[in-house]
Protein backbone atom coordinates (compact mmCIF):
# COMPACT_ATOMS: atom_id res chain seq x y z
CA UNK A 1 0.00 0.00 0.00
CA UNK A 2 1.09 3.15 -0.87
CA UNK A 3 1.35 5.83 1.56
CA UNK A 4 3.22 7.86 4.63
CA UNK A 5 4.83 6.65 7.71
CA UNK A 6 5.10 8.54 10.22
CA UNK A 7 7.02 7.16 13.60
CA UNK A 8 6.90 7.29 16.15
CA UNK A 9 3.80 8.33 17.15
CA UNK A 10 4.22 9.28 20.53
CA UNK A 11 7.27 11.00 21.62
CA UNK A 12 8.85 12.20 25.01
CA UNK A 13 11.85 13.82 25.81
CA UNK A 14 13.05 15.88 28.05
CA UNK A 15 13.65 19.91 28.02
CA UNK A 16 16.84 20.54 26.15
CA UNK A 17 17.16 17.68 24.33
CA UNK A 18 17.10 17.26 20.79
CA UNK A 19 14.62 15.26 19.18
CA UNK A 20 14.12 13.51 15.61
CA UNK A 21 11.08 12.76 13.61
CA UNK A 22 11.09 10.31 11.12
CA UNK A 23 8.78 11.13 7.70
CA UNK A 24 9.22 8.38 4.99
CA UNK A 25 6.81 8.21 2.20
CA UNK A 26 6.36 5.13 -0.92
CA UNK A 27 4.01 7.55 -3.00
CA UNK A 28 7.12 8.59 -5.57
CA UNK A 29 6.03 12.34 -4.58
CA UNK A 30 8.41 15.12 -5.12
CA UNK A 31 7.37 17.53 -2.40
CA UNK A 32 7.39 16.64 0.77
CA UNK A 33 6.24 18.94 3.93
CA UNK A 34 6.43 19.37 7.96
CA UNK A 35 2.91 21.02 9.59
CA UNK A 36 2.36 22.10 13.10
CA UNK A 37 -0.96 21.33 14.73
CA UNK A 38 -1.51 23.18 18.31
CA UNK A 39 -5.29 23.07 19.92
CA UNK A 40 -7.93 25.68 18.03
CA UNK A 41 -5.04 26.50 15.06
CA UNK A 42 -4.78 25.13 11.73
CA UNK A 43 -1.83 23.27 10.03
CA UNK A 44 1.10 25.70 9.96
CA UNK A 45 3.98 25.14 7.48
CA UNK A 46 7.21 24.33 9.60
CA UNK A 47 9.75 23.48 6.25
CA UNK A 48 8.87 21.88 2.68
CA UNK A 49 11.06 20.45 0.19
CA UNK A 50 10.76 20.41 -3.71
CA UNK A 51 12.65 18.22 -4.30
CA UNK A 52 16.40 15.96 -2.90
CA UNK A 53 18.86 17.58 -0.92
CA UNK A 54 16.35 21.03 -1.65
CA UNK A 55 14.45 22.60 1.47
CA UNK A 56 12.70 26.11 2.53
CA UNK A 57 11.50 27.27 5.42
CA UNK A 58 8.13 27.90 6.19
CA UNK A 59 6.21 30.21 8.73
CA UNK A 60 7.52 28.81 11.57
CA UNK A 61 11.31 27.65 11.23
CA UNK A 62 12.50 28.66 13.72
CA UNK A 63 14.12 26.10 16.03
CA UNK A 64 13.42 23.01 13.78
CA UNK A 65 16.06 21.42 11.03
CA UNK A 66 15.37 19.22 8.29
CA UNK A 67 17.36 17.40 5.61
CA UNK A 68 16.21 15.54 2.47
CA UNK A 69 19.01 13.26 1.74
CA UNK A 70 16.45 10.49 -0.33
CA UNK A 71 13.45 11.54 -2.04
CA UNK A 72 11.54 9.21 0.43
CA UNK A 73 12.75 10.29 3.68
CA UNK A 74 11.98 13.62 5.17
CA UNK A 75 13.34 13.97 8.56
CA UNK A 76 12.26 16.76 10.85
CA UNK A 77 14.74 17.88 14.18
CA UNK A 78 13.17 19.67 17.06
CA UNK A 79 15.92 21.05 18.73
CA UNK A 80 16.45 22.62 21.77
CA UNK A 81 16.24 26.43 20.29
CA UNK A 82 12.36 25.36 19.61
CA UNK A 83 10.60 27.40 22.70
CA UNK A 84 7.22 25.33 22.74
CA UNK A 85 7.85 21.92 20.97
CA UNK A 86 5.01 20.09 22.85
CA UNK A 87 2.83 20.09 19.68
CA UNK A 88 1.17 17.52 16.97
CA UNK A 89 3.14 16.95 14.06
CA UNK A 90 1.99 16.44 10.41
CA UNK A 91 4.20 15.18 7.88
CA UNK A 92 2.85 15.53 3.88
CA UNK A 93 3.67 14.48 0.53
CA UNK A 94 2.61 15.75 -3.19
CA UNK A 95 3.28 15.44 -6.67
CA UNK A 96 5.44 18.40 -7.84
CA UNK A 97 2.51 19.80 -10.33
CA UNK A 98 0.42 22.14 -8.83
CA UNK A 99 -2.65 21.81 -7.21
CA UNK A 100 -2.46 17.92 -6.29
CA UNK A 101 -3.33 17.53 -2.63
CA UNK A 102 -0.91 16.56 -0.14
CA UNK A 103 -1.36 13.29 1.88
CA UNK A 104 -0.67 13.62 4.95
CA UNK A 105 0.95 10.81 7.58
CA UNK A 106 -0.87 9.91 10.52
CA UNK A 107 1.00 12.55 13.20
CA UNK A 108 3.37 12.39 15.66
CA UNK A 109 2.49 13.66 18.93
CA UNK A 110 5.25 15.55 20.64
CA UNK A 111 5.51 16.19 24.59
CA UNK A 112 8.38 18.10 26.17
CA UNK A 113 8.97 16.41 29.90
CA UNK B 1 -2.36 36.85 10.73
CA UNK B 2 -4.93 33.95 9.79
CA UNK B 3 -5.48 34.04 6.07
CA UNK B 4 -7.80 31.15 5.89
CA UNK B 5 -10.51 31.45 9.16
CA UNK B 6 -13.04 28.77 10.00
CA UNK B 7 -15.24 30.35 12.67
CA UNK B 8 -17.38 28.20 13.45
CA UNK B 9 -15.12 25.42 15.87
CA UNK B 10 -18.02 22.92 16.30
CA UNK B 11 -21.14 22.00 14.45
CA UNK B 12 -23.48 19.30 15.09
CA UNK B 13 -26.29 17.91 12.96
CA UNK B 14 -28.99 15.08 12.88
CA UNK B 15 -28.11 11.78 10.79
CA UNK B 16 -29.83 12.62 7.26
CA UNK B 17 -29.75 16.48 7.33
CA UNK B 18 -27.84 18.83 5.63
CA UNK B 19 -24.30 19.51 7.07
CA UNK B 20 -22.57 23.25 6.07
CA UNK B 21 -18.98 24.10 6.82
CA UNK B 22 -18.20 27.47 6.29
CA UNK B 23 -14.24 29.00 5.38
CA UNK B 24 -13.69 32.75 5.01
CA UNK B 25 -10.18 33.85 3.05
CA UNK B 26 -8.74 37.43 2.64
CA UNK B 27 -5.86 36.39 0.70
CA UNK B 28 -6.78 37.39 -2.88
CA UNK B 29 -3.95 35.52 -4.67
CA UNK B 30 -5.48 32.36 -3.67
CA UNK B 31 -6.74 30.23 -6.54
CA UNK B 32 -7.45 26.97 -5.24
CA UNK B 33 -9.64 25.46 -2.17
CA UNK B 34 -9.11 22.31 -0.48
CA UNK B 35 -11.37 20.64 2.28
CA UNK B 36 -9.41 17.94 4.39
CA UNK B 37 -11.13 15.51 6.85
CA UNK B 38 -9.40 14.08 9.98
CA UNK B 39 -10.65 11.48 11.95
CA UNK B 40 -8.74 11.32 15.80
CA UNK B 41 -5.11 10.40 15.67
CA UNK B 42 -5.17 10.07 11.83
CA UNK B 43 -3.78 12.62 9.03
CA UNK B 44 -5.84 14.62 7.63
CA UNK B 45 -7.66 13.29 4.10
CA UNK B 46 -8.28 14.97 1.21
CA UNK B 47 -12.00 15.34 0.46
CA UNK B 48 -12.45 17.73 -2.55
CA UNK B 49 -11.33 21.06 -3.55
CA UNK B 50 -12.27 23.49 -6.14
CA UNK B 51 -9.89 25.94 -8.18
CA UNK B 52 -11.16 29.72 -8.62
CA UNK B 53 -12.54 29.44 -12.05
CA UNK B 54 -15.29 27.79 -10.54
CA UNK B 55 -17.92 28.39 -8.47
CA UNK B 56 -18.70 24.86 -7.88
CA UNK B 57 -17.78 21.28 -7.44
CA UNK B 58 -19.43 18.72 -6.39
CA UNK B 59 -18.43 14.85 -5.55
CA UNK B 60 -21.06 12.24 -4.18
CA UNK B 61 -22.55 13.72 -1.20
CA UNK B 62 -20.36 16.33 -0.79
CA UNK B 63 -20.17 19.83 -2.55
CA UNK B 64 -17.91 22.87 -2.53
CA UNK B 65 -19.14 26.05 -2.78
CA UNK B 66 -16.74 29.15 -3.63
CA UNK B 67 -18.07 32.59 -3.94
CA UNK B 68 -15.02 34.64 -4.78
CA UNK B 69 -16.48 38.21 -4.62
CA UNK B 70 -17.03 37.58 -0.82
CA UNK B 71 -13.53 35.33 -0.21
CA UNK B 72 -15.77 32.36 1.01
CA UNK B 73 -16.49 28.76 0.75
CA UNK B 74 -18.42 26.24 2.07
CA UNK B 75 -18.70 22.58 2.12
CA UNK B 76 -21.99 20.77 1.83
CA UNK B 77 -22.65 17.22 3.07
CA UNK B 78 -26.18 15.85 1.97
CA UNK B 79 -27.10 13.36 3.74
CA UNK B 80 -25.23 13.99 6.42
CA UNK B 81 -24.04 10.31 8.22
CA UNK B 82 -23.07 9.39 11.06
CA UNK B 83 -19.29 8.49 10.07
CA UNK B 84 -18.67 11.95 9.08
CA UNK B 85 -18.07 12.84 12.25
CA UNK B 86 -14.59 14.78 12.24
CA UNK B 87 -12.76 17.65 11.93
CA UNK B 88 -12.63 19.29 8.76
CA UNK B 89 -10.21 21.44 7.58
CA UNK B 90 -10.49 24.53 4.78
CA UNK B 91 -7.18 24.80 3.16
CA UNK B 92 -6.10 27.57 0.44
CA UNK B 93 -3.05 28.11 -2.09
CA UNK B 94 -2.36 30.14 -5.01
CA UNK B 95 -1.05 28.12 -8.02
CA UNK B 96 2.12 30.29 -8.17
CA UNK B 97 3.18 29.56 -4.84
CA UNK B 98 1.80 25.79 -4.29
CA UNK B 99 3.85 24.69 -1.49
CA UNK B 100 2.12 27.37 0.86
CA UNK B 101 -1.03 25.64 1.44
CA UNK B 102 -2.96 27.86 4.27
CA UNK B 103 -4.78 25.83 6.74
CA UNK B 104 -8.20 26.98 8.38
CA UNK B 105 -8.48 25.99 12.21
CA UNK B 106 -10.68 23.52 11.22
CA UNK B 107 -14.14 22.71 12.43
CA UNK B 108 -15.67 19.69 14.22
CA UNK B 109 -18.59 18.15 12.77
CA UNK B 110 -20.86 15.96 14.66
CA UNK B 111 -23.63 13.93 13.09
CA UNK B 112 -26.34 12.55 15.46
CA UNK B 113 -28.07 9.23 14.53
Known amino acids: DGGITQSPKYLFRKEGQNVTLSCEQN?????MYWYRQDPGQGLRLIYYSQIVNDFQKGDIAEGYSVSREKKESFPLTVTSAQKNPTAFYLCASSDSYSNQPQHFGDGTRLSIL | DQQVKQNSPSLSVQEGRISILNCDYT??????FLWYKKYPAEGPTFLIS?????DKNEDGRFTVFLNKSAKHLSLHIVPSQPGDSAVYFC????????????FGAGTRLTVKP
Open chain 2, 91 to 102: AALSMYNNNDMR
Open chain 2, 50 to 54: ISSIK
Open chain 1, 27 to 31: LNHDA
Open chain 2, 27 to 32: NSMFDY
